[in-house]
């Protein structure tokens, strides 16, 4: 089994289409990147799963989508203005700058190796400030957020009393943070623009351990339903110098990436923290009253919060295989679960005359209203379910001269490379079948 580097799995993101620099064409944008034709489908489909998973799956668990530009304040009672920061040095020979707490100081630089050139570390805030208004000054100054959870803290209580919901209960969000990271690397792993999936589980003082130990459950459990190996998971526990100042309990779900292993989501048991200090800098009152007991408190929350870009390459990374077939031949494949391939079902035809490709078309459009489908005419067939197979096309449909004569059609499996007839009346329901029972072949577990 041949190597997987990040230089290949990049490569591979701009040669097909999945993701591509920022600008690209000015010399790019360090920290930003684009998603192209088949990158926003993979995102989309981790995304819609997620949502699926923690809203229309779970009668306790309602969405939200707050905005990016929120009040500063906001960002007063959460303690990002004051404490949002990295120590940060900067080389005085060749001008690099790096964060204090991940370099040896007292060794050369590591970009140019000048000894003794670092400046003195200092604190430089993570978060991008803007002004909204026509004037910039001090009272127009604003942030671009630099996570979702707050703008959930913000609308706790307009939530709990328009929709009816009763603790324990949980508020989901997917959208986009901003960090003005001082050193992005590893491609989209770490970005200044990047989204998230959150989700904020609101309990009673005393049951947030309970509710800490299922979250923990049923977050590692989904990785499981996209198809991620379970051998390339981990959890790693907070100690002492990591957790935050508030936090009771936190848990990193540790993915194996092609650079070691990273934190892909954490589960965080935050106590009362964040709706109390809304309350302290709002004056609102951020409690609630419990219809049974009638007890008034302000709410435990369990927070699990998961990297959508970074899911995106954890899936990228563990679906990339360099594969050796008899003869010594070796295809580039991405083993995707079929739920979330940018394409699912390719339908191809064997050759372009005779009839055969405009059956294959009508096929095609057919098949829309039940997968994510792609038409490719181009090439010989067995070059054409390598381009399949190197975008993670789970399945592919071959129409032949048989096709016309008894209304079957090839399906081919992209894990295997095996072929079988099935009829056209069946298709569907064949790969509807596949796709429930899928478990990974080929390669590696």
């Not at 379910?385 to 096709?403: F, L, N």
């Amino acid at each position: 089994m041949a190597e997987i580097t990040l230089e290949k799995i990049v490569s591979l993101c701009k040669r097909r289409g999945f993701i591509f620099q920022s600008s690209e064409i000015y010399g790019g944008l360090n920290g930003a990147y684009d998603y192209g034709p088949l990158g926003v489908e993979l995102k989309n489909n981790i995304r819609d799963i997620w949502w699926k998973e923690m809203t229309r799956l779970h009668d306790d668990i309602v969405g939200l989508d707050s905005s990016i530009l929120m009040h500063p304040r906001v960002w007063e009672a959460s303690g990002h203005i004051q404490n949002f920061s990295d120590p940060m040095v900067d080389c005085k020979q060749c001008k690099a700058r790096f964060r204090a707490d991940q370099i040896d100081l007292a060794a050369p630089c590591p970009n140019c190796g000048t000894r003794e050139s670092f400046t003195e570390p200092r604190n430089f805030n993570l978060m991008f400030s803007t002004h909204i208004g026509a004037t910039s000054d001090a009272a127009s100054k604003i942030y671009l957020r630099p996570e979702t959870a707050q703008g959930i803290y913000a609308d706790f209580k307009n939530v709990v009393s328009s929709s009816r919901v009763k603790i324990p209960f949980g508020i989901a969000q997917v959208g986009k943070s901003f960090r003005n990271e001082i050193t992005t690397k590893h491609f989209i792993f770490r970005s200044c623009e990047f989204e998230q999936m959150e989700m904020q589980w609101f309990c009673a003082p005393g049951t947030d351990e309970q509710w800490f130990e299922y979250w923990r459950a049923q977050r590692m459990a989904f990785y499981q339903t996209i198809g991620i190996r379970a051998t390339h998971l981990r959890w790693h526990r907070h100690g002492s110098d990591e957790l935050a100042f508030y936090a009771k309990d936190a848990y990193d779900i540790q993915y194996l990436f092609p650079m070691g292993w990273q934190e892909l989501e954490g589960v965080h048991s935050r106590t009362d923290y964040d709706l109390t200090q809304h309350q302290t800098f709002s004056g609102k009152d951020m409690t609630y009253l419990d219809p049974v007991t009638n007890e008034r408190y302000i709410p435990y929350v369990v927070e699990t919060s998961a990297g959508l870009t970074r899911n995106v390459l954890m899936a990228l990374s563990d679906a990339y295989e360099e594969e050796t077939l008899d003869g010594g031949d070796v295809r580039t494949v991405l083993r995707f679960h079929p739920l979330i391939a940018p394409i699912m079902v390719a339908v191809l035809p064997l050759v372009k005359k005779d009839g055969l490709a405009e059956f294959a078309q009508t096929l095609e459009k057919e098949l829309r209203d039940e997968f994510a489908t792609f038409y490719d005419e181009s090439g010989a067939i067995g070059r054409r379910y390598r381009r399949m197979d190197e975008v993670g096309t789970p399945y592919c449909v071959t129409v032949d001269y048989q096709t016309l004569e008894d209304k079957t059609v090839t399906l081919r499996y992209r894990d295997s490379m095996e072929q079988v007839r099935v009829p056209l009346a069946d298709l569907v329901t064949t790969i509807k079948a596949a796709t429930k029972a899928y478990t990974r072949t080929g390669g590696e577990g």
